[in-house]
């Protein structure tokens, strides 16, 4: 039971970590920048689609 809760530790603690690694890469390429131009893309697709 306890090699059991290891894993689960180990594995838990690793998909976190690629969790922050992705985040820290996301931040550092740019990714959060502009935002607010693609909330209103996808509003003016929306309405496109609702309009058809």
């Known amino acids: 039971m306890e ?9 838990a ?4 970590l690629g969790g922050v690694c992705m985040f ?3 931040a550092l390429s740019g ?3 502009g935002v607010e131009n ?3 893309r996808a509003f003016r ?3 496109a ?3 058809r």
Do not use: C, G
């Open 3 to 11: 090699e059991m809760t290891a894993i689960q530790f180990l594995v």
């Open 13 to 16: 603690l690793f998909m976190s």
């Open 24 to 26: 820290i890469w996301a």
């Open 31 to 33: 990714q959060f920048a």
């Open 38 to 40: 693609a909330k209103y």
């Open 45 to 47: 697709t929306e309405v």
């Open 49 to 51: 689609d609702h309009d």
